[in-house]
Structure formats: structure tokens, C-alpha cells
């Protein structure tokens, strides 16, 4: 595969979406994220040799949501390892990203990382008895680091927002609360969780800061190791199998690649061994991910021959 | 890689799982799966090449069980294509492999072919007005074809004790019927559907069936096109979210192999590219998945670097 | 209270529900029923010196269905008494007639007798090891019996086309059959289970066969105990919580008195100390009880002060 | 009935009760209940005539917690008449008191009053936009009106102990918010929950607050209608379908009286025409109601032929 192989394709993507008139409802529970151009669509994929293909609004910055998941979670198996899942388990909900049934069922423990109480535990775990301004300034130097861009911020309005209409994220976080499997105020880890949900990034800088997750834990660029091979393979595991909420087995179907979806539209994915790949589109499907972003995935996994499950 | 390395790590598993202690409980809910010999292990590993490496009783046949949905469900992709899709889902099921609360939910479709409430609704597309008799033939000569061995058979009695006490599954395949999801008479589709279960094979003839999904579709050795690469892919995916109940999660993160397991101990799991394993242990874990069979992919993926997701 | 006074009020209810246009759907899910004419409605009232104020289509037959739960529910804890209760509950279920959810929850013991799951759990109990034929003739003399009326018989061909589609009944009994909570074979209990429900009674019949409710466990004509005292308020007090499925509540609610409603839109009613109430309308309401047959009961309860939560 | 019957009947139960020793287990989750003495037992009727049957500990102060839940339904019946029905229902839940998934499925409607969630969702009809300590004062005043006592008071370390560990309700309360269920701020309702919980009441002061729910609305010394006839009846049926969460059918079959049970203990029943009763013994059974509480109610409308189900 050269270069411009990927460069062509990365374009007719782009290409084609825009004509795209069937992009699915923007979320509108929020202001903030009501008001994105629902025709808004960036894709960046950034390769084993660092080379980046990018294609329509690939330096827009737009709210990552639930992609920050992601990389909580990275953080929190580094910090206490594999006692993360006396917490939160490593299995595919079956439900939607917010329910709560699960929960009372299985005694307070999230099924997984990436559904909403299962973020919110993993934010409880890095939180652990630090300042919530303290935890917060980790994560996002975190992501900085990873993408190698200083200038990813946090968008206050879009953190108010949610701390400001996140009724049922309370609810889960009090019900877990309830349990004993959240240790650290509600409201705080909430804070936090609210926060890390409203980092704002181009999908150039997402690309960018899912290069550990293709290359075996390791930054191809800077030859750093982030997380050893198997932790990155892990990571990868649960993104396939848990990573689109009641759609996963939907996306692994059509895509064949790792990836993590959030309602800002966004959608990370990985090739292992071949690319970290970043797309957005604002407007979502039934289950709350980004509809021309899957469609985009499924496009660039089929042209480029890049799906896990075979060629 | 060479054939020696695959020779020797396969070896080296049988080797340690002959020394484990910690088996798990078999299956004791027929007597035919209650008398197997908790002891009992066996490993095949076919490359892309056609090279075998078999450890332990690779010759040992066992009751495939739920093994055999994943060639039904090619079997129905193949006569009715994507219109198996409107009685059947494809997102993991958060539930046990026979729980009945999900078909009410959703008005009696499955969430998976690899739930026992999918795989009757697949076996139900694929008798289609057919006699028993014959859809039993085309399976099993299937099962024959794939492997390349016509002396594989089913096992009566297994399939009348199944029928004898298969109660859930009969409660299944009704509750199904009431939605219309069922359109045969329920007694016969579950008859094709128990003698299903009930087809005996080795590790050595489950590894050679399970080639085509290893190699985009084809058998490696005769060139025949089994299915084409993309639906190879689709029916790995399933595997993958799918292939292991309310364990699958946890297999894509250990193993990180598409992989289907069955309650009389076996494991067919895909290394796309590279090979088709069968392991079979017959002690279960909690989920109904073999204990050692599990462990023995674990070690096999780490140890050839097979994993899909990354090296 | 004279005759006249209940002659009066249950004749103008009569003629009110005669004008009445919102009368509901009749059932379809077998033919039989869904040819009975919308426009019926039948009520008597037997009180306790044994006048009958009669009003409507009082003497046509109509399938009684889940009302005959009372009876064989009465007729089990005649038989073996408490040891009913290890294989059904008494608590409301908070679920429709038909769920199967509940059952997964509670291994197989299904909520009350008067949810499908419950009746057909009783019905095994009393059929114990008999032949369905003498033990539906002894649910048939019961109700002879206690009506006085020797000519009721049961509608084959209703039960016959029950049997047909009874595909969530036979889930039931085979779902409930893996739990051990069914002893005889299930084709066995259902088929006694579907003939009961096709008993064909008029108003009057069956107003006849619930005195023994209202007096304390005492046919207040013949003087005959047909059960002990305490055993009548208890078949009261589960009529009351779970005679009409989930709409049991709105029925205590409104009406405040112990109902069992059936799909054919009959409803028994007892006024304990006071009366016995047949009442029939067959359009029903979402949660499949009579809708003018509560409309009716409403008004009859409130009309002559029987409410059991006071005056 | 003389009065001489009832007083020795409550004495026979009162000196029956203090020899038990399986007393079930007092609620441990505030230590404000933790230290109440399990031994503790005390039960007043109240009867059409004003006569006052009183045994054990019959003023000692408990608190009433979810009894509560009786008045301010009534409260709020009284302010805003069916709309009240809007935002909540009128069926037994079918599961535990506080329980979250009926709310998920029924999209934040709490199934009836008497379960946490909907008398949350009640009493934030009550708050409506008042100040907290307004509406406070207002059921505190209601209470001190019915009993006629006005020394009743709200135990402040109570309340404050529910409202640091009260997680689960404050679960319940954001997510019937996130439903637009609950109109004021969640922690307004809350706090005004939490104390109205937290109301200390004697079985005598208990009693008379009841009465006017036997009496058909009105209160029998003084004549004041506290609500119409037929609203006595309607709050008389919810506590028989729902007093007792997922116990209200027991209740209903062994007891036969409607009636309301609380956390610490105390049970307030109606005799309708007949009688208020209050008993109080802390030990719980596995439904969270009083074991010894519910017992004595059962042998006094034994005894006393009260039962609303028939003598």
C-alpha cells in the first residue's frame, strides 16, 4: 500500500459523504451540540509511517464525548491494573449507553468502560481521593501528550451544560454510589466525568492520539511506549466487542476495526498494525453513533483491506 | 513462522493443560455429556498452508453442540442471504446463552444466530417446508464437505436425550412461534435443530471444517469458494461479539480470536489468514464455555502473535 | 337494601351500557371469540337470600377463559392445600398475562394463579398424574356443582383452536417444565389447561358458581361448605391484588371488589357478605379485561355501596 | 362488639408478641434505626366510637418513614386531584421498594405512590414551587391535625442521617428528572422527602391519623370531612395492592385490611367502618416489612372477623 493509495481513497470518502443527504439527527440535548452543521464531516488516518491522509473538515474541532472513554481508561489501567474490573466488567451490555437496569441487576458494577456508568466508575478509580481540577489536568495532558498538541482544551460551556442537564448520569452515578462501587463524592467524579466528556478535538488530533492502540502500545513516531503490547490489544478488545453502545456487533459487522463512538459524532478506530483513524459527522443513528461515520469506516476498512476478521 | 514453531507450541499446551487441576464441571444435563471424561483434551491447529499440528486427543470425537450454529448460519446466509436478518439480530445479548426475557423485549426476534433462541431461528430458515430429513442430510453432508470426511456422523442418542429434555428450547422455539418468527411447526425444527447439536467430531475434523472463515471464504487446499471474503469476514465478526454468550467479552479480550464454544467442551476459533483451531476440553466455566479450551486459545494466540488485535 | 332497590340499579346499568360506543376490542386471536358479537352484555347479581337481578344477554353462553382460574385454583388448594404455594406465589406481578420475563427471574415459580404461568402451574397440580379426561371431568362437575346447572360443557372447538395456537401457553408450560415447577408432561397440562378455559357459562351460571366466595366459603342456598371460611377471603384477597393482570390495581382502584376477569370479557365479581356478580361485555381494554364489563361493576359497586374500602 | 372484646383482644396480641423471638431484623443503613431496640412492640386500634384499644408500647415515638407516603398522597390527591395520575401510576410493582428498572421501562413513571420513586415523584406534586420548609410545615401540620397532637415532630437526625446516605433515592429522584417526571430540583423534593420520612409518630398518635380513612373520609369525633367518601376509598385500594412493596399480596391473603408499611417498623392498617390500626416492631422480614407488625394484624382481624374479604 502506498501513500497514495491511502490518499486517494481518504478523499473519495470524503468525496462521497458530502453528497450524503441521509446523515442522521444531531444531538440536541445540550445547546452545544444542538447547534453543529449537521453536514459537517472530517476524516484523518494516520499510518504505521506516520503518514497522514486527511479529508473535509479534518482540522475542526468538535466535542469528543464518549471517545474520552477511551483514554480514561487507558489511564486508569495504568494506575491500579487489572483491580479496574473489581469495578466494571469487560462485557457488551446489550442495552443502551445510559441504562440503569443492568445495574440493579448486577449489583452496582457497569458491564463495561464505555458505557456511561462504566466511564463514570473508571473516572471514580483515576479520581481516587485527588482534586477533581488535579485529575482533570492529567487527563488532558494525557491526550496533549498522545496527539503531541498542546492546544487541546476543554470546552467550559459544553462541561456546564451537561453538569447542568446530566440528570441521568447523576442517577447513575448515585446508584452506583449506592452500591459502594463509587468511592469518591458523587458530584465530584461527576465534575470530572462531565469535563473529560467536553475536550474538544479535530479528528487530526484524534488520529493522532490513537496511534498507541495500532502500533502495539507504542507512539510509532516517538518510538514511546504508552502501554505494553497486551494492554494495547486489551484496550482493543473492548472496543470492539463494547465500543458502540447496542451497536457493537452492528459496527464489528459492518467495519471489522476496534473503535469508540461518541454523540458529538465522532468516532475513533483502529487497524492494528496499520492505522489510527479519526472521523466525524454530527448527525447519529438510533443508537447514538455517528451515522456517516460508520459508513465512512465501513467504506475505508473495505477499500483498504484493513478489517480484523480477514481480507 | 515455520511448521516447527507451531509443532512445538502446540505441543507445549497439550503438555501443560495435561497437568491442570482446575477443569471446570461438564456439562452433566444428558447423561451422553455427563460420562464424558473430565480428562479428555485435544488440539488441532490448521495453517494457511495446510500444515496440521494436533496435541492431545485430536481424534477424539465429541458432541460439537453449539459449535454447529456457526455452519448453519452460513448454511442460511448462503439460501436466504441478508433476509436472515429480519428474524435474527446480530448484537450480543447480554444474557445467558438460553434466556428467554430478551425475546420478549424484542417481540420474539434473537439478538444473535449464536444464542440457542437464534440458532432455532436459523435452523427455521433453513428447513424452509423442507423435510427434517433432508435439511438434517444437507447439514451434516456440509459438516462432511468442509472437512473433507463423510464419516462424520450424528449422534442418536445425544439427539434423543436433547429431544427428551430440551423443555427451554421447546419454550424457546413456541415463544418464537406466537411472534411468527418460527414458520414451520415448531416440533420439526426443533428436531432438525437437536440432531444438529448432536453431530460428533474430532478436533482434527471441527480444524479443517472451520478453514474457509480462516481464508477469506476459500478452503485453502481445494480452492473451493465456500462463501465469499466478505461474508467470511461477517460471520467472523458474529463469532467475535457473539460467539461466546455472556463470555464474549471476555474471550476477545483473552484470546482476542473469533470464536465459537459449545457445551460439550469444544472451541472453533479463527486466526484470519493464518489458521482454524479446534481445542476441546469438556469442563465448563460459569458461562458454559470450556475452561481449558479457553486458556489453550489464550496461550496459542499470545504465542504465535495471533491475535486481531495487534502484535 | 329491597330486591327492588338492586332489580333497579342493575336494570339501569343495563340499559346505560346498551347505549354505550366505546365498547373495546374483542379478542382475535381464535375464531370463536373474534365472532362474538361486540354489542353483548350480560349481568346478574345473586345476593345472599338468593335473589337474582338479571339484566342484558344474562343466559347466553360465553367462554369463560381465565375466570375458570378460580376454580381450579380453588380446587387445588382443596387438594394438597398449602403445598400449592412451593410451586406458585400469591404477589401482583406487575407484568402482563402472558410475560415469561418474570419466570427467568424467579426460576420457573410464576407470580400468582391468575397470570397464565400460574393457572397452568395449578392446573398441574391438580392433574397429578391422572388422565386429563377424568380430571377436566372434575373441573367440569365443580363448576355444575356450584352453578346448580348440570348442562354446562366445554366449547371443543374453542379448546381445539386454543391447542392450535397456543404457542406462548406451550413456552410456558415447557419453560416452566425445565425449572421442575410442571410434574406432568406438558402436552398433558396444557391440553387440560386450554379445555378449561373453554368452558362455556352464561351470567347467571356463573354468578351461581361464585356464591360460595361471597358467603364465607358457603352455598348460601343449599348450605353446603363447599370451603372453609378462611379459605374463601384468601381466594378474595389474591382475586383482589391479582385478578386482572396489570390492571388489577385500577380495578381495586375503581371498582373495590375481588374480580377475575377472562378474554372472552366476562368477569366474576364478589361483594363478600353481600352478592355474587357475573358481568360479560366482550370488547376489552389494553390489559385484556372487559371494558364495559368494569364500566358496569364500577357502577354497580359504587350504586350500592359495596365497596370493600368502605362506604 | 363491645369494647371490652377489643381491648382483650389487643391485649392477648400485645402479651403474644412479647414472647416471640424470631423478630426479624431492624434496618441498619442510619444508625438513628440501627439503635432502636428490637424488643420494642406496640399496637392502638381506634373504633367507630373513639374508643382506643391500646397494648405494648403504644406512645413510644418510632419513626414512620414510608407511612408517611399515605398522607402525603393524600395531600396531594387533595391539592391537585387526578392530574396527580400524570406522573404516576396505580399498579403493584412487582419488585422491591426501591427498585429503578420499572422506571426505565416505563419511562420515569413510578408504577404507584407507595414505592419510593413514586412518592418522590408525590411529593414533588406537593413542593409545586413552594419554598421546602413551606410544604414541611404543611404535611408536619396535616399530621399534627389528624392525630390531634400537636406535639408531633420531624426527628431532624433522622433526616439528615437519609440525606448523606440516601444514594439510591437521589438515583431515583435524577432519573425521573431526566424524564421531566420531577419538576422542582431534585434536592428540593429530596430534602422535603427525607424529613417527611423522618416524622416520629406513637402507634396511638398513628391510629388516630388514620381514622378518617376508615370512616369514609371523615373524622369521626370531630365530623370534619378530611375527603370525600369515594376518596377514602381509592387511597384504601392503592395501600391494599401496594402498602407492602413486593409483599402486598401476602399482606392482602394473610391480613385481609389494607395497609402501609414503613422501615422502622410501623404498620398503619384500616379496618374500613370499623377501624384505625397502628403496630410498630422494628425486625423486618425480607420485604422490609414488620415480621411481628404484620403477624399481630393478622390474629386481631382474625379475632376480630374484620377482614375486608369476607367473615
Chains 1, 2, 3, 4 share one sequence.
Request: proline share 4%; hydrophobic share 40%; charged share 20%.
Amino acid at each position: 500500500m502506498s501513500n497514495a493509495t491511502l490518499d486517494r481513497v481518504v478523499k473519495e470518502i470524503a468525496d462521497e459523504m458530502i453528497e450524503r443527504k441521509d446523515r442522521g439527527e444531531v444531538a440536541t440535548y445540550i445547546p452545544e451540540l444542538a447547534g453543529v452543521d449537521v453536514n459537517s464531516f472530517g476524516l484523518v488516518v494516520v499510518d504505521s509511517s506516520g503518514h497522514i491522509a486527511a479529508g473535509g473538515d479534518a482540522d475542526t474541532s468538535f466535542s469528543i464525548q464518549s471517545i474520552s472513554k477511551v483514554f480514561t481508561f487507558t489511564l486508569a489501567l495504568g494506575m491500579i491494573g487489572d483491580k479496574l474490573w473489581q469495578r466494571v466488567g469487560r462485557e457488551p451490555s446489550g442495552s443502551p449507553f445510559n441504562s440503569i437496569v443492568q445495574l440493579e441487576r448486577e449489583r452496582g458494577i457497569p458491564r463495561n468502560p464505555f458505557i456511561n456508568a462504566g466511564a463514570i466508575a473508571v473516572t471514580d478509580a483515576i479520581l481516587s481521593g485527588h482534586q477533581p481540577r488535579e485529575t482533570l489536568g492529567e487527563i488532558l495532558r494525557f491526550m496533549q501528550f498522545l496527539s503531541g498538541d498542546s492546544s487541546i482544551k476543554i470546552d467550559e460551556s459544553v462541561a456546564a451544560s451537561e453538569q447542568r442537564t446530566g440528570f441521568r448520569n447523576i442517577a447513575l452515578g448515585n446508584y452506583m454510589k449506592s452500591f459502594g462501587v463509587i468511592e469518591n463524592p458523587v458530584e465530584l467524579t461527576l465534575g470530572v466525568y462531565f469535563h473529560q466528556c467536553a475536550i474538544a478535538m479535530s479528528c487530526r488530533q484524534l488520529a493522532m492520539a490513537g496511534r498507541f492502540l495500532a502500533h502495539s502500545g507504542r507512539n510509532p513516531s516517538t518510538g514511546f511506549l504508552v502501554v505494553p503490547p497486551e494492554r494495547a490489544r486489551r484496550i482493543n478488545a473492548v472496543m470492539l466487542t463494547c465500543g458502540h453502545y447496542d451497536g457493537s456487533g452492528e459496527f464489528a459487522y459492518r467495519v471489522g476495526l476496534p473503535g469508540k463512538s461518541g454523540v458529538g459524532g465522532g468516532i475513533l478506530a483502529i487497524a492494528p498494525g496499520k492505522a489510527s483513524i479519526a472521523v466525524w459527522s454530527p448527525g447519529l443513528d438510533a443508537n447514538g453513533n455517528s451515522r456517516l461515520g460508520r459508513d465512512a469506516l465501513e467504506t475505508l476498512s473495505k477499500r483498504m483491506g484493513w478489517s480484523i476478521f480477514g481480507a
